[in-house]
T-cell receptor, first 116, second 112 residues
Framework: GAVVSQHPSWVICKSGTSVKIECRSL??????MFWYRQFPKQSLMLMAT?????????EQGVEKDKFLINHASLTLSTLTVTSAHPEDSSFYIC????????????FGDGTRLSIL | KQEVTQIPAALSVPEGENLVLNCSFT??????LQWFRQDPGKGLTSLLL?????REQTSGRLNASLDKSSGRSTLYIAASQPGDSATYLC???????????FGGGTRLMVKP
């Protein structure tokens, strides 16, 4: 079946560091990719939606300059958390969807980000 | 605004029981509905996808039903096993290009 690969799975770094998370669709072309954030024991919160080759659409309350999203190809999207601080510590999950509208949306395994 | 609610929030059952997880949504004009499983510290695994024109989907011991008019979906798990322990999330999509709206999830524990 379709697979979405997310890397790295766990990051621990100092406050002020910028962290890049990659999301790849391995066996299908992801025309749309989504980035979610999940706090412990809570459901997923959509941060932004990106279509290949265009600027990401951010949800209300999500800082565009803080969370930089690039979707340069049909198989790769990146989320960069710029100048990360402890409050950015969270579980980030990417998701990808192909061109066919009636296909399921597939998710990566998530990245646990811990900012010290 | 679409709201998705899952009941119960948590469920603990002995191994072998058949169980039902509930999902309700406020806007019945959905495009499709998807059930996911999430293990602790992991991403989401898609279990079943039901299109708006369908009433149910089955995969192994899992059966998901959809009643659009009442804004409800159920996930039926037959002969539950300890390995079924996870959080189960339902999500609905209003249109082909729309985002998924998630419920809060049901945390299931199946005791051996």
């Amino acid at each position: 079946g379709a697979v979405v690969s997310q890397h790295p799975s766990w990051v621990i770094c100092k406050s002020g560091t910028s962290v890049k998370i990659e999301c790849r669709s391995l066996d299908f072309q992801a025309t749309t990719m989504f980035w979610y954030r999940q706090f412990p024991k809570q459901s997923l919160m959509l941060m932004a939606t990106s279509n290949e080759g265009s600027k990401a659409t951010y949800e209300q309350g999500v800082e565009k300059d803080k969370f930089l999203i690039n979707h340069a190809s049909l198989t790769l999207s990146t989320l960069t958390v710029t100048s990360a601080h402890p409050e950015d510590s969270s579980f980030y999950i990417c998701s990808a969807k192909g061109q066919t509208s009636n296909q399921p949306q597939h998710f990566g395994d998530g990245t646990r980000l811990s900012i010290l | 605004k679409q709201e998705v609610t899952q009941i119960p929030a948590a469920l603990s059952v002995p191994e072998g029981e058949n169980l039902v997880l509930n999902c309700s949504f406020t806007d019945s004009a959905i495009y499709n509905l998807q059930w996911f499983r999430q293990d602790p510290g992991k991403g989401l695994t898609s279990l079943l996808l039901i299109q708006s024109s369908q009433r149910e989907q089955t995969s192994g011991r899992l059966n998901a039903s959809l009643d659009k008019s009442s804004g409800r979906s159920t996930l039926y798990i037959a002969a539950s096993q300890p390995g079924d322990s996870a959080t189960y999330l339902c999500a609905v999509r209003l249109g082909a290009g729309n985002m998924l709206t998630f419920g809060g999830g049901t945390r299931l524990m199946v005791k051996p």
